[in-house]
Structure formats: structure tokens, C-alpha cells
């Protein structure tokens, strides 16, 4: 199983990001996959949730409407489209997934790291002032 994030860097405020989460090794379309952060010197929080027939999505409280969660299931690709962006999202990016196939996806707890199996190693997003 791998999980791969790209599309981090370093862009002014207000400015917009499209982070990637490619996955293999797994059945994407029996997966829940989530977006984590990790600030500096901050606990990893989740940012947002997409299960495996898109129709159940969650969004960390003041993200919505400024995030939008997606994916492509052709290309086993979830994205995470992130727009007016501030100093206070710099951080460090996860994607991370969990097997569906065995289980009910997350629902009130689908912001708890204990709830997926895989991780990546996470992208760098960087929010100038």
C-alpha cells in the first residue's frame, strides 16, 4: 500500500493550492481517504474526508467553503483543493486511507488518526504573509 502527496510549496496569502494523494496497492474504490495537517507546534488535526462512492465527505470545522475534497477513481487520486489560503495553514500535508471493505467508513470521528491504516509521507505547504 502507498499513498504518495504532491503539490505542496510555498504561495502568498490568499493564494491557492491543489494538493494530490496517490494511491496504490489497495482497492480505491472500497477506501475512505483523508486529508490530515500537521502545523508547527501543533497536534495533526483532520482537514477533510472523502469515502469510497463520494458521497459522504467532512470537512474540519472553517474549512468548508475554502477547501473542497475530491477524487478520481480512474487514477486511484484524491485531491484536496485548497483556496484562500493563510499563515495559519502552513504545514505539513497527509493523505491517509483505511480499508472499507471490513468496515463502516468514519463518520463523527473521521478527524481521528486512529481510524486509517495508511499514510503518506506528506508535502509541505508553506502560506506567505
Known amino acids: 500500500v502507498q499513498l504518495v502527496e504532491s503539490g505542496g510549496g510555498l504561495v502568498q496569502a490568499g493564494g491557492s493550492l491543489r494538493l494530490s494523494c496517490v494511491t496504490s496497492?489497495?482497492?480505491?474504490?472500497?477506501?475512505?481517504v483523508a486529508w490530515f495537517r500537521q502545523r508547527p507546534e501543533k497536534e495533526r488535526e483532520g482537514v477533510s474526508y472523502?469515502?469510497?462512492?463520494?458521497?459522504?465527505?467532512f470537512y474540519a470545522h472553517g474549512m468548508k467553503g475554502r477547501f473542497t475534497i475530491t477524487s478520481d477513481h480512474a487514477k486511484s487520486t484524491v485531491y484536496l483543493q485548497m483556496t484562500d489560503l493563510k499563515p495559519d495553514d502552513t504545514g505539513t500535508y497527509y493523505c491517509?486511507?483505511?480499508?472499507?471493505?471490513?468496515?463502516?467508513?468514519?463518520?463523527?470521528?473521521?478527524?481521528?488518526?486512529?481510524?486509517?491504516?495508511?499514510w503518506g509521507q506528506g508535502t509541505q505547504v508553506t502560506i506567505g504573509s
Open positions: 496497492g489497495f482497492i480505491f474504490d472500497v477506501a475512505g
Open positions: 472523502i469515502n469510497n462512492n463520494d458521497e459522504t465527505i
Open positions: 491517509a486511507s483505511t480499508d472499507l471493505t471490513q468496515r463502516r467508513g468514519p463518520s463523527s470521528d473521521w478527524y481521528e488518526s486512529r481510524e486509517y491504516e495508511h
